[in-house]
């Protein structure tokens, strides 16, 4: 543990989870990424996965500690579902961090140093110049991750819906608006500028404490970035410190994030994701979703009156 850690206490609970339907017309399979991290930030009380009708599977850990599932389908509609409840802590990002300064790359450990590299979607090389003269005065380490989150949030439009998958930061950039994949490989990019190691992480994002009324559910992309030792949420979609993330994978860009990848002849043709925030012990793995027992979306954060 980083001596900057505060421990948490996990004292809320979320359910979290997917529900994906695969048509296939020949030989496919698909590598799926949705089962959430190990991580200290929050506690798998209950979880469950559903591989079609017991397809056959080869599961595996990558090089960014993401758990993987390469799946076979069958030919004709192949459905997966995955479903968790899940403790966290009712504290905000990086709570009781102090504001920490940049690491020299000579002193940082050697299994960070490929995040301060350029990447696929994350291309830093093609956006010094910018970085420079828009943060080059402004104090190294957490101060100036803050500064990017905040011009990004503040310049780049979000527009639901419109994501593409050739798209580079550098391309956003240039286009001014995107979904938070493109803000989180926007500030990836800018802060690897500086040596600063940084990963793209996915995951689920309840609205706790910050109600969502489009009632959007959906996969969420982020970045962290290493200093004092310990990896820090920077979340430019939001720039505001937000409550009960479940990291699922992370790794140098998207292509490390990827939900699923497809191989062969096969089209994903239902696509279905919640996080929300429930009472502990009111629901299961399993259950049919129930909104009325939803207890997010709200101003206020709702404590479980059982804990």
């Given at each position: 543990?980083?001596?900057?850690?505060?421990p948490?206490?996990?004292?809320?609970?979320?359910?979290?989870?997917c529900?994906?339907?695969?048509?296939?017309?020949?030989?496919?399979?698909?590598?799926?990424?949705?089962?959430?991290?190990?991580?200290?930030?929050?506690?798998?009380i209950?979880?469950?996965?559903?591989?079609?009708?017991?397809?056959?599977?080869?599961e595996?850990?990558?090089?960014h500690?993401?758990?993987?599932?390469?799946?076979?389908?069958?030919?004709?509609?192949?459905?997966?579902?995955?479903?968790?409840?899940?403790?966290?802590?009712?504290?905000?990002?990086?709570?009781?961090?102090?504001?920490?300064?940049?690491?020299?790359?000579?002193?940082?450990?050697?299994?960070?140093?490929?995040?301060t590299?350029?990447?696929?979607?994350?291309?830093?090389?093609?956006?010094?110049?910018?970085?420079?003269?828009?943060f080059?005065?402004?104090?190294?380490?957490?101060?100036?991750?803050?500064?990017?989150?905040?011009?990004?949030?503040?310049?780049i439009?979000?527009?639901y819906?419109?994501?593409?998958?050739?798209?580079?930061?550098?391309?956003i950039?240039?286009?001014?608006?995107?979904?938070?994949?493109?803000?989180?490989?926007?500030?990836?990019?800018?802060?690897?500028?500086?040596?600063?190691p940084?990963?793209?992480?996915?995951?689920?994002?309840?609205?706790?404490?910050?109600?969502?009324?489009?009632?959007?559910m959906?996969?969420?992309?982020?970045?962290e970035?290493?200093?004092?030792?310990?990896?820090?949420?920077?979340d430019?979609?939001?720039?505001?410190?937000?409550?009960?993330?479940?990291?699922?994978?992370?790794?140098?860009?998207?292509?490390?994030?990827?939900?699923?990848?497809?191989?062969?002849?096969?089209?994903?043709?239902?696509?279905?994701v919640?996080?929300?925030?429930?009472p502990r012990?009111?629901?299961?793995?399993?259950?049919?979703?129930?909104l009325?027992k939803?207890?997010?979306?709200?101003?206020?954060?709702q404590?479980d009156?059982?804990?």
């Amino acid at each position: 543990m980083s001596p900057f850690t505060v421990p948490e206490r996990l004292d809320l609970t979320v359910r979290v989870g997917c529900s994906l339907a695969y048509e296939s017309t020949g030989p496919a399979s698909v590598l799926l990424n949705v089962r959430p991290r190990a991580d200290g930030r929050h506690h798998v009380i209950a979880e469950a996965l559903t591989l079609g009708n017991d397809l056959h599977s080869d599961e595996f850990t990558d090089s960014h500690g993401n758990a993987y599932y390469r799946v076979a389908l069958d030919r004709g509609t192949n459905c997966f579902r995955h479903d968790a409840i899940i403790a966290v802590s009712s504290k905000p990002d990086n709570f009781g961090v102090p504001v920490l300064a940049a690491q020299d790359p000579g002193s940082l450990p050697l299994a960070v140093l490929r995040y301060t590299l350029p990447s696929r979607y994350c291309d830093s090389d093609k956006l010094i110049n910018f970085a420079w003269e828009k943060f080059g005065a402004v104090e190294h380490g957490w101060t100036r991750v803050q500064a990017i989150s905040r011009w990004i949030h503040e310049n780049i439009e979000y527009r639901y819906l419109s994501g593409r998958p050739d798209l580079s930061a550098w391309d956003i950039l240039q286009r001014g608006y995107g979904v938070c994949r493109d803000f989180a490989h926007l500030a990836v990019a800018l802060n690897r500028t500086f040596n600063v190691p940084t990963r793209y992480v996915t995951g689920h994002l309840p609205d706790i404490g910050f109600p969502d009324p489009e009632g959007h559910m959906d996969f969420h992309a982020y970045a962290e970035v290493f200093l004092g030792g310990q990896w820090l949420t920077t979340d430019a979609r939001f720039h505001v410190p937000r409550i009960g993330r479940v990291t699922v994978s992370c790794g140098m860009d998207a292509v490390d994030g990827a939900f699923s990848t497809i191989y062969g002849g096969a089209t994903l043709t239902y696509f279905q994701v919640w996080a929300y925030q429930v009472p502990r012990g009111g629901v299961g793995v399993g259950d049919p979703l129930d909104l009325s027992k939803r207890m997010d979306n709200t101003w206020a954060v709702q404590f479980d009156t059982k804990l």
